[in-house]
């Protein structure tokens, strides 16, 4: 089992930024890929951003390119999501995710085999 913790999540009016961080336990984060995903209110959750777990590769929604930023710190075992610009539209739950496998898509849920508890950001004047 490897757990996930984010952390970061706010109130903030059109045009600011958040950055948020996940955490995750163990000494094996290195061996995962890793994603961020968000889910509105009777939405699907969906993919907003991917990273290799190496760092080398990065992946975007077509609606946050530009926009937000994904890193990671190995040493440290977190993943960030830097948001910048932000959108009404961006209000969500953003959960951060670990894929083990490498032949499958960052862009789908089921590829992913662990999940964050979440945490809230909502965008509004």
């Known amino acids: 089992q490897v757990q996930l913790v984010e952390s970061g999540g706010g109130l903030v009016q059109p045009g600011g930024s958040l950055r948020l961080s996940c955490t995750a336990s163990?000494?094996?984060?290195?061996?995962?890929?890793m994603g961020w995903f968000r889910q509105a209110p009777g939405k699907e959750r969906e993919f907003v951003a991917g990273?290799?777990?190496?760092?080398?590769?990065?992946y975007y929604a077509d609606s946050v390119k530009g926009r937000f930023t994904i890193s990671r710190d190995n040493a440290e075992n977190t993943v960030y999501l830097q948001m910048n610009s932000l959108k009404p539209e961006d209000t969500a739950v953003y959960y951060c995710?670990?894929?083990?496998?490498?032949?499958?898509?960052?862009?789908?849920?089921?590829?992913?085999?662990?999940w964050g508890q979440g945490t809230q950001v909502t965008v509004s004047s």
């Open positions: 990273i290799g777990r190496s760092g080398g590769g990065t």
């Open positions: 995710a670990a894929k083990g496998r490498w032949n499958v898509s960052y862009y789908q849920r089921r590829s992913y085999d662990y």
């Open positions: 163990g000494h094996t984060f290195d061996s995962y890929d």
